[in-house]
């Protein structure tokens, strides 16, 4: 079964794109492989491109994409294709970005208090994971990742420590359907705001 995905990219400029794959890795594959025509997939799924070994898709995505703006991934749904005019809602997730990064910022300041770092955010299933990094030259070093989550109450932190094949099937890469004239639940909408 072919599924197909909406990329959100927006850097110097907004592009969106439509992407198919068997899977969400073969989906991020394809994109990669438009987008650098060099690219070329090795044996145990890793990603050779600009002279650089990525163990995964995601890893490629992060170094080119996601540092350089905001870059998301979402399922294109089959009503979307066969409604005649279909209005779809993407964004960051149901939760509250900007208090997962200020609460996650606070957290990896305790423990690295005079890093230069720089953050971003991919939605999970779970919560909110907000990477932080260090760029030098053509690497990009993760130096901390987190996982943010609220349950209702209060919010809980703690260390991620998963790959980037764990981060793709945890991925929230779920499109939410707005009907006309009818607003979508609280609950499905960004707290904080539209993530492109």
């Not at 438009?34 to 995505?61: C, K, M, N």
């Amino acid at each position: 079964m072919t599924n197909h995905y909406l990329i959100f990219e927006k850097s110097a400029h907004a592009v969106i794109h439509i992407i198919q794959g068997g899977t969400l890795t073969e989906a991020l594959w394809n994109y990669i492989v438009r987008d650098q025509t060099e690219a070329t997939l090795q044996e145990d799924g890793s990603v050779f491109a600009w002279g650089t070994l990525y163990p995964h898709p995601l890893s490629y995505i992060e170094r080119w994409h996601k540092i350089e703006g905001d870059w998301q991934i979402r399922d294109l749904p089959d009503w979307a294709w066969s409604d005649p005019s279909a209005q779809v809602f993407a964004d960051k997730g149901p939760y509250n970005t900007a208090l997962a990064t200020e609460s996650c910022l606070a957290k990896f300041r305790k423990r690295f208090p005079k890093a230069d770092a720089q953050f971003f955010v991919w939605p999970l299933k779970t919560g909110v994971l907000v990477t932080f990094y260090q760029q030098k030259h053509l690497e990009l070093k993760i130096m901390k990742r987190y996982l943010w989550v609220w349950d209702g109450k209060r919010e809980k932190i703690s260390e991620w420590k998963g790959d980037e094949a764990q981060l793709a099937e945890e991925l929230d890469t779920q499109t939410v359907r707005l009907s006309l004239g009818a607003a979508a639940p609280l609950s499905s909408m960004s707290y904080g705001g539209v993530g492109f």
